[in-house]
């Protein structure tokens, strides 16, 4: 199985948000010697309350940085949306060295 295939099967996972977040947890921390090496970033922006919302209930594994908060206004989160053509935020997503989506 592909890594894209592994994040497809976490992605996959229906009605249990947390348990497809713990999923990608697992295959992240696998791929550490990778050179390409995943993240799973979550993209917000200031003045939105579900994006706020959204970082609150992450906010234990931003800090220990399982999740990499991008603001969707700076320089690497612009480049984040226009790559993956994302329309919306707050977005969860796996990218690779080259902030494109895994999966």
Sequence with gaps: MTISEEFQACYGIEGDPESAIECAKKIIAREKSSSCKPRLVLLTQEDCDVCASEKALRQKDIDAGFIHEINVMSK????????????????????????????
């Design 76 to 103: 690497e989160g612009k480049e984040i949306v226009e790559k993956n053509d994302l329309d919306g935020v707050p977005a969860m997503l796996v990218v690779d060295c080259h902030n494109r989506m895994i999966g």
